[in-house]
């Protein structure tokens, strides 16, 4: 064992709240836009970092790779908590799904993934940039950290893509059939722009926005949200914001944007 193997895990545990497909929305985003990554490593190694209480969505998200990227994905659930490891573990299938003590260092292992989702929620803003470079430094050549988070059932979710060279994308994502507005989203975005979502900062220029595009495309709601969001979105790209994907992500209820379009100003 490497002596990063033997290091006290680096982080808190935390609350451990979980419930099936809480995660399946950035599970297919990272399926759709992860997927070369992987398809082109020696190793197809994917940490997911803090799975919680039950690991339910290790086990979700280790299928969905194997079933749209490569069959032989490895996944490797990380936990501070002994006691979650050892309630994992009669879920574990080897070699393909696997469950260990690990935090931010994440257990010496070098993934070309991982996924940190409701992890940096609980820890104070300062404590962030540290925790994405521990993490980022751990990464295969090439690789990359989603971190972020989302409500208990999954329906609004937040997060950053970030390599080592620091935060690439922000993607905010909605299950359209229950989103009343867009200004919902505020409350899941990442922990580096949840407090920034205030007049003068960037997240809330978006947010403000993006409901103004979404009441503004009130009258698409005939025709049902999927083609109300589609509209907005349009019509946020078409006043200058930089959106990034094609309508095939957005119907989704993606919206995804450069992050130096939305990073805290000074």
């Known amino acids: ?42 190793v197809p190694l994917v940490v997911d970092l803090g799975y919680g209480a039950t690991p339910v969505t290790a086990v979700e998200l280790r299928a969905r790779l194997a079933a749209g990227v490569r069959r032989d994905v490895r996944l490797v659930g990380l936990e501070i908590a002994p006691e979650r490891v050892a309630a994992a573990t009669p879920a574990a299938d080897p070699p393909g799904l696997t469950f260990a003590r690990g935090g931010f260092e994440l257990a010496g292992l070098q993934p070309v993934l991982v996924r940190a989702f409701n992890v940096l929620r609980q820890y104070d803003e300062r404590e962030v940039p540290d925790a994405w470079r521990t993490m980022t430094a ?7 950290l989603i971190e972020g988070t989302c409500d208990e059932l999954g329906r609004l ?6 390599d080592a060279d620091g ?7 909605a299950k359209l059939t229950t989103l009343g507005s867009p200004a919902e989203l505020a409350e899941r975005l990442p922990k580096a722009l949840i407090h920034r979502n205030v007049p003068g900062e960037p997240v809330h220029e978006l947010i403000r926005a993006l409901e103004g595009a ?3 495309a009130a009258p698409y709601a005939t025709f049902g949200p999927r083609q109300r969001w589609l509209r907005a979105v349009t019509q946020l790209r078409d006043t200058g914001w930089p959106v990034l994907d094609r309508p095939h992500r957005w119907r989704h209820g993606e919206l995804t944007l450069p992050w130096l379009s939305v990073a805290p100003r000074p």
């Open 167 to 173: 935060p690439r994308t922000l993607t905010l994502a």
């Open 214 to 216: 979404w009441q503004a």
């Open 138 to 144: 751990a990464l295969a050549p090439g690789g990359a």
């Open 1 to 42: 064992m490497s002596g990063a193997a033997r290091r006290r895990p680096l982080g808190v545990v935390t609350r451990g709240t979980t419930n099936p497909n809480r995660l399946r929305r950035v599970d297919n985003w990272i399926v759709s836009t992860c997927a070369d990554r992987l398809r082109t490593a020696a």
């Open 157 to 162: 979710a937040g997060w950053l893509l970030i």
